[in-house]
C-alpha cells in the first residue's frame, strides 16, 4: 500500500515571496502519478500540478513547480510570487492503480499574508 | 460547464438514521470516485466506478456503506444506521476516462454530522 506524508501541518509566507512544500511517499511501484491539489476555504479541492513518475523533468505550471525525486521519493511543491488567493489547504496525492485513485497526505494549510 | 455537484450541502443525523448523499459528475465521464475526509485530514478512497460497474469497494469502512450508480451517472452513497465516526466530509470526484494520469475534479462535498 501506498503512504504520503506531509509534514508540515501549517505553513506561512508574505505575498509575493516563495514557499515551498514537502511531501514524501512510500510506495513499490514504478509506474505512477503525483498530484498536488488545492482546497480553499469552503470550495471546492482543485488540481495545481501533476508529474509523471517516468519523467525526470520536474513538472511547472505558471507560478507553481515542482522538485521530483523519485530515488529519496521526493516531491516538494513550491510557489512562486505568493499571492493572497494562494491561501488554501494543499495536498499531496499519489495516483498509481490503473483508474487512477488517490492517495493524499495529511495537508498543510498555507496562509499568504499581505 | 457544469461541474461536479453534490446534495445535500449539509446534513445532520441522529445516530441509527439512514443517510444517502448525491454525486452528479460531469456528463460523460466514466470515472467516479467517492473519498471520505474526517475534520483537518486528506480525503481517503471509498470506492470507485467504471460507468455503472464499481471495480473496487476496498475503502468502505463497513457493511453499513453501501454505493450505487446504476445508469452510469449518477451516484449515490448510503449509509445505514449512522454512527458518530461517521462523521466526516464526503467528495465525490469524476474524471473523463479511466486512467492514473486523468485529473479528478471535486464536488463541494457533503458535510454529514452524526449526533
Known amino acids: 500500500a501506498q503512504t504520503v506524508t506531509q509534514s508540515q501541518p501549517e505553513m506561512s509566507v508574505q505575498e509575493a515571496e516563495t514557499v515551498t512544500l514537502s511531501c514524501t511517499y512510500d510506495?513499490?511501484?514504478?509506474?505512477?502519478?503525483l498530484f498536488w491539489y488545492k482546497q480553499p476555504p469552503s470550495r471546492q479541492m482543485i488540481l495545481v500540478i501533476r508529474?509523471?513518475?517516468?519523467?525526470?523533468q520536474n513538472a511547472t505550471e505558471n507560478r507553481f513547480s515542482v522538485n521530483f525525486q523519485k530515488a529519496a521519493k521526493s516531491f516538494s511543491l513550491k510557489i512562486s510570487d505568493s499571492q493572497l488567493g494562494d491561501t488554501a489547504m494543499y495536498f499531496c496525492?499519489?495516483?498509481?492503480?490503473?483508474?487512477?485513485?488517490?492517495?493524499f497526505g495529511q495537508g498543510t494549510i498555507l496562509t499568504v499574508h499581505p | 460547464g457544469a461541474g461536479v455537484s453534490q446534495s445535500p450541502r449539509y446534513k445532520v443525523a441522529k445516530r441509527g438514521q439512514d443517510v444517502a448523499l448525491r454525486c452528479d459528475p460531469i456528463?460523460?465521464?466514466?470515472?467516479l470516485f467517492w473519498y471520505q475526509q474526517a475534520l483537518g485530514q486528506g480525503p481517503e478512497f471509498l470506492t470507485y466506478?467504471?460507468?455503472?460497474?464499481?471495480?473496487?469497494k476496498s475503502g468502505l469502512p463497513s457493511d453499513r456503506f453501501f454505493a450505487e450508480r446504476p445508469e452510469g451517472s449518477v451516484s449515490t452513497l448510503k449509509i445505514q444506521r449512522t454512527q458518530q465516526e461517521d462523521s466526516a466530509v464526503y467528495l465525490c470526484?469524476?474524471?473523463?476516462?479511466?486512467?492514473?494520469?486523468?485529473?479528478?475534479?471535486f464536488g463541494p462535498g457533503t458535510r454529514l454530522t452524526v449526533t
Open positions: 470526484a469524476s474524471s473523463l476516462v479511466a486512467g492514473q494520469s486523468y485529473e479528478q475534479y
Open positions: 510506495t513499490s511501484e514504478n509506474n505512477y502519478y
Open positions: 508529474q509523471e513518475a517516468y519523467k525526470q
Open positions: 496525492a499519489f495516483g498509481g492503480t490503473s483508474y487512477g485513485k488517490l492517495t
Open positions: 456528463s460523460g465521464h466514466v470515472s
Open positions: 466506478f467504471q460507468n455503472e460497474a464499481q471495480l473496487d
